[in-house]
Protein backbone atom coordinates (compact mmCIF):
# COMPACT_ATOMS: atom_id res chain seq x y z
CA UNK A 1 0.00 0.00 0.00
CA UNK A 2 1.56 3.53 -1.37
CA UNK A 3 1.26 6.10 1.36
CA UNK A 4 1.33 9.47 0.32
CA UNK A 5 3.13 11.85 2.94
CA UNK A 6 2.09 15.51 2.58
CA UNK A 7 4.23 18.39 4.14
CA UNK A 8 2.10 20.95 5.95
CA UNK A 9 3.67 24.03 6.34
CA UNK A 10 2.69 25.58 9.68
CA UNK A 11 3.10 29.46 10.68
CA UNK A 12 3.24 30.58 14.45
CA UNK A 13 -0.40 31.74 13.99
CA UNK A 14 -1.49 28.66 13.03
CA UNK A 15 -2.01 26.93 15.79
CA UNK A 16 -3.59 29.73 17.85
CA UNK A 17 -5.85 27.84 19.91
CA UNK A 18 -8.76 29.79 21.32
CA UNK A 19 -8.24 28.93 25.14
CA UNK A 20 -7.13 30.61 28.40
CA UNK A 21 -3.60 30.33 27.63
CA UNK A 22 -1.72 31.39 23.91
CA UNK A 23 0.25 29.33 22.92
CA UNK A 24 2.90 29.64 19.61
CA UNK A 25 4.12 26.55 17.47
CA UNK A 26 7.33 27.89 18.49
CA UNK A 27 6.80 27.77 22.28
CA UNK A 28 4.99 24.08 21.49
CA UNK A 29 7.67 22.29 19.81
CA UNK A 30 10.57 24.17 22.41
CA UNK A 31 8.47 22.65 25.33
CA UNK A 32 9.58 19.21 24.46
CA UNK A 33 6.34 17.65 25.20
CA UNK A 34 4.82 17.70 22.09
CA UNK A 35 6.19 17.44 18.25
CA UNK A 36 4.61 18.88 15.08
CA UNK A 37 4.43 15.86 12.28
CA UNK A 38 3.87 15.63 9.10
CA UNK A 39 0.36 15.03 8.03
CA UNK A 40 -0.03 11.06 6.36
CA UNK A 41 -2.59 10.51 3.68
CA UNK A 42 -3.36 6.95 2.86
CA UNK A 43 -4.68 4.93 -0.01
CA UNK A 44 -8.36 5.59 -0.76
CA UNK A 45 -8.61 2.21 -2.63
CA UNK A 46 -8.68 0.61 1.34
CA UNK A 47 -11.97 0.44 2.60
CA UNK A 48 -12.32 2.25 5.96
CA UNK A 49 -9.92 4.55 7.66
CA UNK A 50 -6.91 4.40 9.97
CA UNK A 51 -8.88 6.44 12.63
CA UNK A 52 -10.22 5.31 16.32
CA UNK A 53 -13.08 7.81 14.64
CA UNK A 54 -12.86 9.52 11.59
CA UNK A 55 -14.78 12.69 12.85
CA UNK A 56 -13.16 15.41 15.28
CA UNK A 57 -14.11 15.49 18.84
CA UNK A 58 -14.02 18.37 21.31
CA UNK A 59 -11.02 17.86 23.53
CA UNK A 60 -7.71 19.24 25.62
CA UNK A 61 -4.37 18.79 25.51
CA UNK A 62 -3.10 19.15 29.15
CA UNK A 63 0.12 19.60 30.41
CA UNK A 64 2.05 18.73 33.49
CA UNK A 65 2.15 22.60 34.53
CA UNK A 66 -1.68 22.31 35.02
CA UNK A 67 -2.36 24.48 31.35
CA UNK A 68 -4.81 23.26 28.90
CA UNK A 69 -5.37 23.72 25.67
CA UNK A 70 -9.18 23.47 24.04
CA UNK A 71 -8.49 21.98 20.44
CA UNK A 72 -10.64 19.33 18.34
CA UNK A 73 -8.74 15.92 17.77
CA UNK A 74 -9.05 12.44 16.23
CA UNK A 75 -6.48 9.64 16.88
CA UNK A 76 -4.62 8.40 14.00
CA UNK A 77 -4.29 4.75 15.50
CA UNK A 78 -1.91 3.58 12.45
CA UNK A 79 0.57 6.39 12.88
CA UNK A 80 -0.11 6.60 16.85
CA UNK A 81 -0.49 10.42 16.29
CA UNK A 82 -2.83 12.45 17.35
CA UNK A 83 -4.70 14.67 14.39
CA UNK A 84 -5.54 18.30 15.82
CA UNK A 85 -7.65 21.51 14.49
CA UNK A 86 -8.09 24.69 16.55
CA UNK A 87 -11.49 24.55 15.28
CA UNK A 88 -13.87 22.22 12.90
CA UNK A 89 -13.36 24.86 9.79
CA UNK A 90 -9.49 24.96 10.32
CA UNK A 91 -6.85 22.98 8.74
CA UNK A 92 -5.69 19.71 10.73
CA UNK A 93 -1.79 19.49 11.96
CA UNK A 94 -0.79 15.80 12.96
CA UNK A 95 1.39 15.88 16.28
CA UNK A 96 3.04 13.16 18.66
CA UNK A 97 2.87 13.84 22.53
CA UNK A 98 5.20 12.41 25.50
CA UNK A 99 4.60 10.67 28.42
CA UNK A 100 3.97 14.01 30.48
CA UNK A 101 0.37 14.61 28.18
CA UNK A 102 -2.26 13.65 28.46
CA UNK A 103 -4.97 14.21 25.81
CA UNK A 104 -8.49 14.44 26.48
CA UNK A 105 -11.35 13.29 23.94
CA UNK A 106 -14.78 14.44 24.81
CA UNK A 107 -15.39 11.82 28.47
CA UNK A 108 -12.23 9.56 26.80
CA UNK A 109 -8.49 10.19 28.58
CA UNK A 110 -5.38 9.31 26.74
CA UNK A 111 -1.85 8.85 27.51
CA UNK A 112 1.76 7.44 25.72
CA UNK A 113 2.70 4.68 27.71
CA UNK A 114 5.70 2.36 27.42
CA UNK A 115 5.22 -1.46 28.74
CA UNK A 116 6.37 -4.99 27.50
CA UNK A 117 4.89 -8.61 27.39
CA UNK A 118 7.31 -10.49 29.49
CA UNK A 119 10.13 -9.51 26.54
CA UNK A 120 13.11 -7.47 26.75
CA UNK A 121 11.54 -5.45 23.68
CA UNK A 122 9.05 -2.07 24.82
CA UNK A 123 6.11 -1.54 23.25
CA UNK A 124 5.41 2.42 23.11
CA UNK A 125 1.69 3.78 22.56
CA UNK A 126 -0.91 5.19 23.19
CA UNK A 127 -3.46 3.86 25.68
CA UNK A 128 -6.99 4.53 27.04
CA UNK A 129 -7.46 5.16 30.14
CA UNK A 130 -10.06 3.09 31.09
CA UNK A 131 -9.84 2.52 34.98
CA UNK A 132 -6.71 3.11 37.42
CA UNK A 133 -6.76 1.71 40.89
CA UNK A 134 -4.42 1.13 43.65
CA UNK A 135 -3.40 -2.55 42.35
CA UNK A 136 -4.95 -2.68 39.02
CA UNK A 137 -5.44 0.01 35.90
CA UNK A 138 -7.32 -1.54 32.85
CA UNK A 139 -6.51 0.22 29.46
CA UNK A 140 -7.28 -0.09 26.14
CA UNK A 141 -4.53 0.02 23.29
CA UNK A 142 -6.58 0.89 20.11
CA UNK A 143 -4.71 -0.81 16.65
CA UNK A 144 -5.83 -1.52 13.30
CA UNK A 145 -4.62 -3.32 10.47
CA UNK A 146 -5.33 -3.89 6.78
CA UNK A 147 -7.13 -7.30 5.85
CA UNK A 148 -6.31 -8.31 2.16
CA UNK A 149 -9.74 -9.32 0.44
CA UNK A 150 -10.05 -13.32 0.61
CA UNK A 151 -10.22 -15.08 -2.63
CA UNK A 152 -13.53 -15.56 -3.65
CA UNK A 153 -14.89 -19.31 -5.41
CA UNK A 154 -17.55 -17.76 -7.31
CA UNK A 155 -16.59 -17.86 -11.00
CA UNK A 156 -16.65 -14.58 -13.12
CA UNK A 157 -19.25 -12.99 -15.36
CA UNK A 158 -20.10 -13.91 -18.48
CA UNK A 159 -18.28 -10.80 -19.28
CA UNK A 160 -15.10 -11.96 -18.08
CA UNK A 161 -14.71 -8.96 -15.82
CA UNK A 162 -15.35 -9.00 -11.49
CA UNK A 163 -14.86 -5.87 -9.75
CA UNK A 164 -11.46 -6.85 -7.36
CA UNK A 165 -12.03 -7.13 -3.82
CA UNK A 166 -10.87 -4.14 -1.67
CA UNK A 167 -8.23 -4.76 1.37
CA UNK A 168 -10.27 -2.81 4.39
CA UNK A 169 -9.01 -1.40 7.69
CA UNK A 170 -10.49 -3.77 10.50
CA UNK A 171 -10.05 -2.74 14.55
CA UNK A 172 -6.70 -4.69 15.85
CA UNK A 173 -7.20 -3.56 19.70
CA UNK A 174 -7.29 -5.16 22.71
CA UNK A 175 -7.62 -4.27 26.32
CA UNK A 176 -4.42 -4.44 28.58
CA UNK A 177 -4.38 -4.56 32.45
CA UNK A 178 -0.98 -3.50 34.34
CA UNK A 179 -0.92 -5.38 37.48
CA UNK A 180 2.17 -6.10 39.60
CA UNK A 181 4.86 -4.46 37.31
CA UNK A 182 3.45 -6.75 34.55
CA UNK A 183 1.42 -5.80 31.10
CA UNK A 184 -1.57 -8.57 30.46
CA UNK A 185 -3.18 -8.44 27.29
CA UNK A 186 -7.02 -9.77 28.12
CA UNK A 187 -8.33 -12.20 25.51
CA UNK A 188 -11.66 -12.58 24.46
CA UNK A 189 -12.33 -16.02 25.43
CA UNK A 190 -12.72 -17.63 28.88
CA UNK A 191 -10.94 -20.20 28.77
CA UNK A 192 -7.77 -18.14 27.98
CA UNK A 193 -8.85 -15.94 30.72
CA UNK A 194 -8.58 -18.35 33.54
CA UNK A 195 -4.92 -19.31 31.83
CA UNK A 196 -3.30 -16.01 32.00
CA UNK A 197 -3.52 -16.71 35.77
CA UNK A 198 -4.54 -12.98 36.35
CA UNK A 199 -7.03 -13.73 38.15
CA UNK A 200 -7.64 -15.89 41.02
CA UNK A 201 -9.65 -18.80 39.11
CA UNK A 202 -12.40 -19.87 41.32
CA UNK A 203 -13.23 -16.10 41.85
CA UNK A 204 -13.28 -15.67 38.46
CA UNK A 205 -15.19 -18.63 37.73
CA UNK A 206 -17.69 -17.40 40.39
CA UNK A 207 -18.10 -13.64 39.16
CA UNK A 208 -18.56 -14.41 35.56
CA UNK A 209 -21.43 -16.80 36.72
CA UNK A 210 -23.25 -14.15 39.02
CA UNK A 211 -22.34 -11.33 36.08
CA UNK A 212 -23.05 -11.35 32.32
CA UNK A 213 -19.31 -11.09 31.70
CA UNK A 214 -18.45 -9.53 28.05
CA UNK A 215 -15.22 -9.44 27.77
CA UNK A 216 -14.86 -7.41 24.83
CA UNK A 217 -16.99 -4.71 26.49
CA UNK A 218 -15.50 -1.89 28.03
CA UNK A 219 -17.88 -1.44 31.02
CA UNK A 220 -17.81 -5.39 31.80
CA UNK A 221 -14.46 -5.04 32.18
CA UNK A 222 -14.27 -2.31 34.38
CA UNK A 223 -16.74 -4.39 36.63
CA UNK A 224 -14.43 -7.32 36.53
CA UNK A 225 -11.24 -4.93 37.62
CA UNK A 226 -13.27 -3.52 40.22
CA UNK A 227 -13.94 -6.75 41.68
CA UNK A 228 -10.44 -7.86 42.12
CA UNK A 229 -9.20 -4.77 43.27
CA UNK A 230 -11.37 -4.77 45.99
CA UNK A 231 -10.30 -8.39 46.89
Known amino acids: ?17 SQNYDISLDQLTRSG ?23 FKSGKLIFKNGKQYDVFLRLDVSEQKFEIKKNLQAEASAIEIDESVTVKIMDDTYKLYSFSFGSLSKTIGILEECLVLDKYA ?94
Do not use: C
Open 33 to 55: NVLIKRLTSYDTEVKGNPYLEKD
Open 138 to 231: LYYFPQKKIEMPKKSGIPAPASGYSKPAKAEWKNNGVYLVFYNNKTYKLPTSHKKMVELNLFDKKEYKKYRKENKLNLKNKESLIGLVTYFNSL
Open 1 to 17: MKKIVVLILLSFSSLGF
